[in-house]
């Protein structure tokens, strides 16, 4: 060390500490610390407690040698994590003792290693920095659709490889002006290293199409989409992830017009409003709601309807619930900006503004969404009037996010995470602002990569204790999402940096991501696992929340391959690790013609009717559908009649007998009105016992169809299935709990999307002194297969030492 350094060194120290009480610590900051400008706020923290030393970004995260006066080096520590960037989340900081060099000056260190980094971020929205820039006349990014910086704007979906860097993005193709330049390369300045930095001169831009490609010519392509979408027309907008098609939500006739373009019956479309004030104005928006749409992910927001929702076009035909989110790039800002006739300055950003657009994800026939422009002009000329384009590459597809509000009443009360959770949404679709955030194991394992199910399909791969889920991409009975599922798992490799040494998959082996699985897992010469499909649902619950004991397993869903090759969806499992055993199932129906039945809940209402002796009454009720009678001789034959216990078609026959919906145009469909029809005859309903426990343990709720059949009022008949279900699923599960001497059980399905039988039955089971777990992290249905197929197979490598074949017990395929 030589005399020159050390006094400089003590040049820097401040006047009131002891030159010989300096020391010099080495912190490690884990977690998404990475592109979200943490070393700029290191650098910046340092230099204002007057410390030594460095910062920089290498393999695990971020590095920091800090040098100084010990309080001003522990406040340093103290502080990292609290004020941390907005996009930053430190998971953890160790700390170690270094010798002190004497050191003087606090700098970031470019030097880069060659291992992968952490982790990408999220996309986030518009920053308030930058959202005043963008409405600021003087600033140079003024009215500018693309600015961002290091607190905001797109990350996962322009990243197409790690380390995170602007070479690996698709911004790597504009090359930045002297001004971003120097914006980029300074510590000091909200840019330094935010990879989508851009400006008019050198950055993005957006132009208009009209449905054949041609050019719009206009001076204000996004006044000008404003226009179209004010004379009732539909226009495609190119987004983060993909496409969105908007229209003009309080446009009965647009929104009518879409939904036949689209073909897309009665699914609900998502409605962005300006702000909290305007949402208000449609629905029921609590602080949760509030936290939700305001947050960083700006997820779609389901919040009860008002009245003034009627005034809307058919957004949600059927539904009480609307999916409501706030503007989250710049563009949409822009968009309501030359709606509201270009006002000055700011304040009317926080002002009620009547204006509701339909922005649905452009994703026609099921098919993956439209990410790049040709592809738009391709498959979207039939539905969209006008195309707004622009030309900053999309690396990977993002839908936008479902989020509902977590219900106070579905968590036990004075559960250790009860008070965290608040702030937590209750995922229905995992996307855009999330994905790829990892979701933390309990304990680190062999790197799996799971493939997950076939509709609402996800993957997910582990790195240590860390779980990848990725964004929702759909469902797989059509090729492109079968193609988009194998880019997936191309890009989710590039960005993780792993080497699945097992590939996880549903035992269904007809799923195509099961296939999938076969063909990658002999491809890579790793074993293949195979996870029944509802062990895989109670095996993301105890993911998330890093339960390692055993559990009873309360799976209600749709339909899911059972381990003895029947349809199950209405389980109660012993569920300890990799293990499972099936201890009761709900009473089976029978599915009449099949797969079939699942989308048409008649002919569930029908197999109720049989079931009932009541087959000659199927004709007659179902008079309308011409093939009713011919159905009633198939279930007296038992002709193509599978039987399964799945709860979701429990739910149908009970929509059947109301006549409530007799064909769903979207899975769940069914249910989801059931729902709304109970909340709209209020809550309250006191359970008659119409339920029973059959001499083989069974839950049977057959007596409860057969009330609705005379039942006038579907909102009464809604409420009393729900009341019965629920009272029927709490006798049931208290039945069997004693003997097995479990106290904890785990909730997972899609029936739990259903927030009356969460709720009611959280309630009801911890009412008992069970502790009840549920999904918080994954969608309860199929989006969250995926983590509890990795999660299975890692234990099971984990068990046999690293030799694995299929699972063992009920989950071998082989
Ligand atoms: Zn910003
Ligand atoms: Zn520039």
Redesign the pocket.
């Known amino acids: 060390m030589s005399l020159q350094h050390e006094s400089a060194a003590q040049a820097r120290r401040p006047v009131d500490a002891e030159p010989d009480a300096s020391v010099r610590r080495g912190i490690r900051v884990l977690g998404t610390v990475q592109g979200v400008g943490f070393r700029p706020y290191v650098h910046h923290l340092a230099q204002t407690l007057g410390l030594a030393g460095w910062v920089r970004n290498d393999g695990e995260g971020v590095f920091i040698e800090a040098e100084g006066d010990p309080t001003r080096v522990a406040r340093l520590i103290h502080e990292l994590p609290h004020r941390a960037p907005r996009l930053a989340r430190v998971e953890s900081i160790a700390v170690s003792e270094l010798v002190p060099l004497g050191a003087a000056g606090f700098v970031i260190d470019r030097s880069v290693t060659s291992a992968p980094a952490t982790a990408v971020p999220a996309d986030a929205a518009i920053c308030e920095s930058c959202l005043h820039e963008l409405f600021d006349p003087a600033y140079r990014r003024y009215l500018y659709p693309f600015i961002n910086c290091v607190h905001c704007g797109p990350r996962f979906t322009l990243t197409l490889a790690l380390p995170y860097d602007r070479d690996r993005t698709t911004m790597a193709g504009f090359a ?6 120097r914006e980029y390369e300074d510590p000091e300045s909200r840019r330094f290293h935010a990879e989508p ?7 993005p831009r957006v132009w208009l199409v009209d449905r054949r490609g041609v050019p719009v010519q206009t001076q204000d392509p996004i006044l000008h989409v404003w226009r179209l979408l004010e004379q009732g027309r539909i226009v495609a907008i190119r987004g983060l992830g993909g496409f969105h098609l908007a229209c003009d939500a309080r446009n009965v006739e647009a929104v009518a017009h879409l939904r036949r373009r689209k073909q897309r019956d009665e699914k609900p479309f998502a409605v962005m409003v300006l702000n909290l004030a305007s949402a208000r104005h449609w629905a029921q928006i609590g602080p949760q709601q509030a936290l939700l749409l305001e947050s960083t992910a700006r997820p779609v927001v389901l919040a009860a309807m008002r009245p003034a929702a009627a005034e809307l076009g058919a957004v949600a035909p059927g539904l009480d619930h609307l999916g409501l989110m706030l503007p989250y790039t710049p563009l949409h800002f822009l968009l309501f900006h030359a709606a509201l006739g270009a006002p000055v300055g700011t304040a009317w950003l926080h002002g009620e503004c009547a204006i509701a657009l339909v922005m649905t994800s452009a994703n026609p026939n099921g098919e993956p969404l439209v990410r790049d422009n040709d592809e738009a002009l391709r498959r979207l000329d039939e539905i969209a009037d006008a195309l707004l384009l622009h030309d900053r590459p999309i690396a990977v597809r993002c839908d936008d996010s479902v989020v509902r509000a977590a219900d106070a009443g579905a968590r036990a009360p004075g559960s250790p995470q009860a008070a965290a959770d608040a702030a937590q949404p209750v995922f229905v679709r995992r996307a855009r602002g999330y994905a790829p955030a990892p979701i933390r194991l309990g304990r680190s394992g062999p790197a799996v990569l799971a493939l997950g199910g076939h509709y609402k399909n996800t993957i997910c791969a582990t790195r240590g204790a860390d779980a990848f889920v990725s964004q929702h991409l759909g469902d797989t009975d059509n090729a492109p999402t079968r193609r988009l599922v194998g880019e997936a798992i191309a890009h989710w490799q590039a960005i993780l940096g792993v080497r699945a040494s097992a590939i996880a998959c549903d035992l269904h082996p007809d799923y195509a991501s099961s296939t999938l699985a076969a063909r990658v897992a002999a491809e890579s010469g790793v074993p293949l696992v195979t996870v029944q499909h509802h062990h895989a649902h109670i095996a993301a619950v105890l993911a998330e929340h890093q339960i390692e004991e055993a559990v009873l397993g309360v799976a209600l869903d749709g339909t899911g391959l059972g381990s003895d090759g029947t349809l199950w969806g209405g389980e109660l499992l012993h569920v300890d690790g990799a293990h499972s055993r099936r201890i009761s199932h709900l009473r089976p129906l029978r599915l009449p013609g099949g797969e079939r039945a699942a989308r048409e809940p008649w002919r569930m209402g029908a197999a109720a009717l049989h079931l009932l002796g009541r087959s000659e009454q199927i004709a007659l009720r179902y008079a309308a559908v011409p093939a009713a009678h011919l159905l009633a001789q198939a279930l007296e034959l038992d002709l193509h009649c599978p039987t399964t216990s799945s709860t979701g078609r429990w739910f149908d026959a009970a929509a059947g007998l109301l006549g409530t919906t007799l064909f769903s145009s979207y899975e769940g469909q069914a249910a989801m009105r059931l729902e709304a029809l109970a909340h709209q005859h209020g809550t309250g309903y006191e359970a008659q016992g119409l339920y029973a426990i059959d001499p083989q343990g069974r839950l049977d709720l057959l007596a409860v169809l057969a009330s609705l059949l005379e039942e006038p009022d579907a909102a009464r008949g809604a409420a009393r299935f729900h009341g019965e279900l629920v009272a029927g699923l709490d006798a049931w599960i208290g039945h069997h709990a004693g003997s097995s001497g479990l106290d904890a059980v785990a909730l997972g399905g899609g029936c739990f999307l259903n927030a009356i039988v969460l709720r009611e039955l959280t309630r009801r089971l911890a009412a008992r002194g069970l502790r009840v777990f549920a999904p918080r992290q994954v969608p309860a249905n199929d989006g969250g297969l995926s983590l509890g197929q990795a999660w299975v197979a890692q234990r099971l490598l984990q068990d046999a030492g690293g030799q694995a074949g299929g699972a063992p017990a009920d989950n071998g395929r082989s």
Request: charged share 10%; net charge positive; aromatic share 0%.
């Open positions: 930045l002006c002297p001004l971003c330049r930095n851009a400006c008019p001169v050198c950055g």
